[in-house]
């Protein structure tokens, strides 16, 4: 019968608190009072998010792998169970998560139409003609139409699509007349279709998460127990967030958020939450398909260009020419932000998956064995 000595114990514990250490540094670097509030749910806070929930999960499949002899035993061998489940919970989130990528990129490429067509050049000294915004419109519209289609709540996708129709007259000076009847709008918008998902039609993003939170019961005592509670928060958490931001199919932010605050990662876990929450009440955030930060941009800053769009007389003043090209401009700087920011983020989300795919299954060979 193996003995353990009391340096090993010292040990356990050192490693224990060096991982409960670990999370609460790196969640409360995410919600750090010295971060510009800006950057909360953007691309580039997004990557720090997964980067930490990376790094944690390295520290923690190190810890069971240093203590592959307890993981069969009893209440381990549970507790490890429930934990694998719900990583395969999270791996379809993840699924979820990049088929919503996958629509910003569409949305993403509408923009770079836009940009194209009101600033071809790009040259300052170039007028801008009928031509340019009859393209620019219809790409606009489109871009409308595909953020409606994200929308989960049918009453508001209805309304953003019989505006979008309405608008294919392209405002009121009529540059579209041949066009303009309501039926023939109808069947222009007929190669648009509700964004496909990679999950079934059943499937609940907010039901997922939900079932990730299920019956996460406080561990008596220390050990290894106490990690996997944590890993599970720090999932938890993840996926949440990047529900959050990403558009999902039956996306939903009320999962019940309670942990015990003798956990020192606690207050900075839930700080996170909370900010996050706020940013969903917010008023023009509340109907949202993602709070992701560029994305909302994408929307209110296309949707001002589409309001100044229908508003104009040609020849344009220089006035409204000048106007066009800030608005121009502030869409570029969003289309360039996510340029740099998306495929990163894809890549880190990529890893994620074949990360917690390599680790369980590694695992859950070990605890058969």
Not at 68 to 97: E, G, H, Q, W
Not at 219 to 238: C, E, I, Q
Not at 253 to 277: C, D, N, S, T
Request: charge should be neutral; charged fraction near 25%.
């Amino acid at each position: 019968m193996h003995t353990i000595s009391m340096e090993e114990v010292e040990v356990e514990e050192e490693e224990l608190e060096g991982f409960q250490k670990q999370v609460t540094e790196r969640f409360a670097d995410l919600c750090s009072s010295e971060s510009d509030d800006d950057d909360l749910l953007s691309l580039a806070w997004l990557r720090k998010l997964l980067d930490a929930f990376l790094s944690c999960q390295e520290n923690f499949r190190l810890i069971l792998f240093k203590h592959t002899s307890m993981l069969s035993k009893p209440p381990m061998d549970r507790l490890l169970s429930d934990y694998f489940d719900r990583t395969v919970k999270a791996l379809d989130l993840c699924n979820a998560i990049r088929d919503g990528i996958q629509h910003i990129r569409q949305c993403h490429n509408l923009v770079h139409i836009v940009l194209c067509a009101l600033n071809p050049n790009p040259n300052p000294n170039l007028n801008l003609g009928e031509a340019h915004f009859r393209r620019a419109k219809k790409a606009l519209i489109d871009l409308s139409i595909v953020i409606a289609m994200l929308d989960d709540h049918k009453e508001s996708q209805s309304q953003s699509n019989a505006n979008a129709i309405r608008n294919r007259s392209f405002g009121r000076n009529n540059f579209a007349a041949a066009s303009s009847s309501s039926s023939a709008s109808r069947n222009s918008l007929g190669h648009f279709h509700s964004p496909s998902w990679s999950v079934s039609r059943s499937w609940s993003a907010s039901r997922q998460l939900q079932a990730i939170g299920n019956n996460l019961v406080m561990p008596k005592g220390n050990g290894l127990a106490v990690p996997v509670f944590t890993m599970n928060w720090v999932l938890l958490l993840t996926m949440w967030a990047l529900v959050a931001a990403i558009p999902c199919q039956d996306r939903g932010l009320q999962v019940h958020f309670h942990i015990p605050r003798q956990f020192v990662w606690a207050g900075p876990v839930l700080a996170v939450h909370e900010r996050i929450m706020e940013e969903s009440k917010k008023r023009e955030r509340r109907n949202a398909c993602g709070l992701l930060k560029e994305f909302l941009h994408i929307e209110k800053t296309s949707r001002q260009l589409s309001e100044l769009v229908d508003s104009l007389h040609f020849p344009l003043t220089e006035e409204k020419e000048a106007e066009v090209r800030n608005r121009v401009q502030e869409l570029s700087q969003v289309h360039q932000a996510i340029k740099e920011g998306l495929d990163p983020l894809e890549r880190q989300l990529r890893e994620v998956f074949h990360r917690i795919l390599r680790s369980s299954s590694r695992t859950t060979t070990t605890l058969a064995n």
